[in-house]
């Protein structure tokens, strides 16, 4: 039965540190995996790396769907030792936000389009080609398992204050 597990935030150290490779695939890290896909869908987001639930693990999970057609069904990816293969040269700017960063947004350039490569949740290897924002929420996660935040990254980073999400700039 999954849990929904704490979203620890800024400054919690555990974020700023490099995750450990995964090597034992066994249940806890399957419980692991659905407590991160529980607590990603409440929070609610698209992605979830395990150091923002306090484990200092190399497992990303993230759901997405169709950018052209809203009525896809969303399509969930739980990755274990994710790494970049390849990446677009080209890159585009977009507003990113994070779980563990409440409040703020960022601009953030990321590659277009980026080949991800890692093993699914039962050890085998998996390789994902993604494109537009699944290739940023991709690259956003991979981030956080270096202990890289969003805006170390960003151009701009504002504040979201308001119920409609007022955007003011923070130096």
């Known amino acids: 039965m999954a849990e929904l597990r704490r979203i ?94 409440p409040g703020f947004v960022g601009e953030v350039e990321r590659f277009k389009s980026v080949t991800i490569k890692g093993q699914n949740r039962k050890g085998h290897p998996t390789r994902i080609k993604a494109d537009g924002w699944l290739a940023r929420i991709f690259q956003h996660e991979i981030d956080h398992l270096d202990g890289v935040l969003f805006t170390d990254r960003a151009e701009q980073v504002f504040k979201v204050e308001g119920e409609v999400g007022q955007a003011v700039l923070m130096d």
């Open 8 to 101: 620890v935030t800024v400054p919690e150290p555990v974020l700023r540190r490099k995750a450990h490779k995964v090597t034992d695939f066994g249940s806890d890290l399957q419980k692991l995996i659905d407590d991160m896909v529980e607590t990603m869908r409440e929070a609610p987001g698209v992605g979830l790396a395990a150091p923002q639930v306090d484990v200092s693990m190399r497992v990303i999970v993230v759901e997405f769907g169709d950018e052209e057609d809203e009525q896809a069904p969303k399509k969930l990816y739980a990755v274990v030792n994710p790494e970049i293969a390849r990446a677009s040269t080209e890159t585009l700017m977009g507003t990113e936000g994070c779980l563990s960063i």
